[in-house]
């Protein structure tokens, strides 16, 4: 059969491409060997926001009498029924993905997808021929030798979503977005939860202000957080309780626990697609790539978490997007990576896009920085969430390069500042745009109007 476009991997970046590339009329077909919707929809991103939301709805029941409503009988987690929801929004996700293929006349082709030659993708021993062929074949959590993961004690995070039964204590290995929403699940339905992370500080990639908030957010969880801290051997004895050995500022020290989650990164799935046989050029697990996505081979392209840009859903969708387009004989705006959002979805959440306050001192620029903290605002007072601030960083022109966000809902929050970044919008024109009161967005107004030195409620 021919095509003109054949993507291998139907996550993020798969689905959309296929999608886009029907809309500017081309004949699609899309290889997927498991779920529609890759990790992220059936693994990952999805199911783990319906854990967070669970132990949301249990942490507000819990609080329900500082609000005036009286809550009577017992109030407890049922993990299996929480489970249970979150496979069903899991699975509702997966339909609608299949739903948009079929809309779009893509052809789901199921197997496993290799490559034969530049223009020929192998599936279970049946042959398509395209015009171009786009890998999207997503990651998996990587597996370390001294944390060998068995799936029941030692797990990763696809584990960690139907675990059996929740367990007395676990020992989190990692503490970035995986490791740190999955601390805040565990933690808030009354886990023992240890986080253990490399790095000096907690969600490393965030700003040092953000790091220090949500090390305080966990410990108030009764999570116990080690930062600067090696592991060096994670065991399982003959009662199936797990034993860490780890390194950190008490010098060694042994852990146990029931579970040990490792959330130590992921490992991009390349092999056994026929780069080596093609020879397209790989360099540390990653597709060597141009600007428009295509690798060293011709009519061959790589998008998401395969190439060396930034391993989240809403870049490899961007990448998806870009890359059809050029196929297609349009031109593209190359996508601006210094504007990109990062989410994190504990209690409260975090959020983040550009320049953290100590990169841009680094790189010699010359900034200044406005916060606002969430106690000086009226919607997140009487909303019960004054925990957070938005802090600001703007170069010496006034323009916007950096914003770090903890607090109630600034997952969402985070789309002004982005713009605003993409823009080149001063701390001027942000402070002087006039934001609905009272909202939590407030609070960026306030942050700029800080910058600016004509804090109002600063």
Known sequence: MNYD?????????????????????RRVAIVERAEAGGVCLNWGCIPTKALVRSAQVYADCKSAASFGITVEGDIKPD?????????????????????????????????????????????????????????????????????????????????ALTLPELPESIV??????????????????????????????????????????????FRKLRAKVLTSTTVKQVSVGDDGRCT????????????????????????????????????????????????????????????????????????????????VEHICGLSPEPIDYTTIPSCIFTSPEVASVGLTERQARE????????????????????????????????????????????GHNVTEMIAEPTLAKRLGVTAHRLARTIHAHPSMNEAVMEAAEAATGAAIHG
Request: glycine share 10%; proline share 3%.
């Open 5 to 25: 476009i054949i993507i291998i991997g139907s996550g993020p970046g798969g689905y959309v491409a296929a999608i886009r590339a029907a809309q500017l009329g």
């Open 172 to 217: 989190i290995v990692g503490s970035g977005a995986i490791g740190s929403e999955f601390a805040y699940i565990f933690a808030t339905l009354g886990v023992k939860v240890t986080i253990v992370e490399y790095m000096p500080q907690i969600m490393p990639l965030e700003d040092e202000d953000t790091a220090a908030a949500m090390e305080r957010a």
């Open 244 to 323: 860490i050995e780890i390194e950190g500022k008490k010098g060694a020290e042994t852990l146990t626990a029931d579970v040990v989650l490792s959330a130590v990164g992921i490992k991009s799935n390349i092999e056994n697609i026929g780069l080596e046989e093609l020879g397209i050029a790989v360099e540390r697990d990653k597709i060597k790539v141009d600007e428009h996505f295509r690798t060293s081979v011709e009519g061959v392209y790589a998008i998401g978490d395969i190439i060396a840009t930034p391993a989240l859903a809403h870049v490899a969708s961007a990448e998806a997007i870009h890359c």
């Open 363 to 406: 790189q010699g620029i010359e900034c200044k920085v406005g916060r606002f903290q969430y106690t000086a605002s009226g919607k997140a007072t009487a909303a019960g969430e004054r925990d957070g601030f938005v802090k600001l960083v703007f170069d010496a022109d006034d323009k916007l390069i950096g914003a770090h966000l903890v």
């Open 79 to 159: 993990w299996q029924k929480i489970v249970a929801r979150e496979r069903t929004v899991a699975s509702t996700m997966n339909k609608g993905v299949q739903f948009l293929l079929k809309k779009n006349n893509i052809e789901f082709i199921a197997g496993h997808g290799r490559l034969a030659s530049p223009h020929t993708v192998e599936v279970e021993g049946t042959s398509y021929e395209a015009g171009a062929v786009i890998l999207a074949t997503g990651a998996r959590p990587r597996e370390m030798p001294f944390m060998p993961i068995d799936g029941r004690h030692v797990v990763s995070s696809r584990e």
